[in-house]
């Protein structure tokens, strides 16, 4: 009898770790921090909060604002997704007209600040934002490209981009003439269930290959052997 009744509430005991494992799981999941590439215009959408990624996915625009750009910070990728540290700006669109702001803090947005001869990357509140702050966003099979328009200080626009540095500069984003590349990673959504609704053109759409120095293969599958990043996932050619 002792033996019988040990057995059922060790077997209680077991349903409910069970039920509580099943009931707990899903909230563990909708409130992860990840983020998974863009891969489509169609998913740009106001409001959203974003991450700012260099072609490789290796580095992320930071949170510190130095005197002319943003710092670059390193980020990991973990079967596609992006899951940042507290040192990688979290940035959310709003639209103005026609065109994009990319909002950092309460009433802070970036901005292309100086002059045409300038490259400088700077923090402005929300009237200047209006007149340096806007820009366009390109975005097709992953690539992005960012464009602050025309200003009263410059006739030319700006495009966002990464810079890898050197052995004596750090890794930074400033903004540049000529057109460049960077992704953009949305925050994951999920249904009440801890489901992710992340759909085909986020992750499984065919995005650019780059090696590890950052240099683009386009999606050439005839690739000669070695380590390469695409849409933020490792692959290896043998």
């Not at 490259?119 to 602050?148: D, H, M, P, Y």
Request: glycine share 8%; aromatic share 10%.
């Amino acid at each position: 009898m002792l033996l019988f009744r040990s057995t059922s509430l060790y077997s209680i005991v077991l349903l409910l770790t069970g039920w509580l494992l099943c009931c707990c799981l899903p909230c563990v999941a909708q409130t992860a921090d990840d983020y998974v590439v863009i891969g489509d215009q169609l998913d740009l959408h106001a409001g959203d909060t974003v991450i700012i990624v260099n072609p490789g996915c290796t580095y992320a625009l930071g949170v510190e604002q130095n005197s002319n750009n943003r710092a670059a910070v390193p980020v990991t990728m973990v079967d596609g997704r992006l899951m940042p540290d507290n040192d990688v700006q979290r940035v959310v669109l709003e639209q103005w007209d026609r065109f994009w702001l990319l909002r950092v803090g309460e009433g802070l947005y970036l901005h292309a600040a100086g002059t045409a001869a300038n490259n400088f990357l700077r923090t402005t509140a929300t009237a200047e934002a209006q007149r340096s702050g806007i820009c366009t966003i390109s975005l097709e099979q992953g690539e992005a490209v960012v464009e602050f328009q025309r200003t009263e200080k410059s006739e030319s626009t700006k495009f966002l981009a990464f810079n890898p540095g050197s052995s004596f500069n750090a890794p930074l984003f400033a903004c540049y003439d000529g057109e460049n590349v960077v992704y953009l990673f949305r925050k994951a959504r999920y249904t009440s269930a801890g489901i992710s609704t992340t759909t085909a053109r986020d992750g499984t759409v065919h995005l650019p290959v780059y090696d590890l120095q950052g240099r683009r293969y386009g999606t050439d599958k005839t690739l000669r052997r070695g380590i390469y990043l695409r849409g933020g996932k490792k692959m290896v050619v043998e």
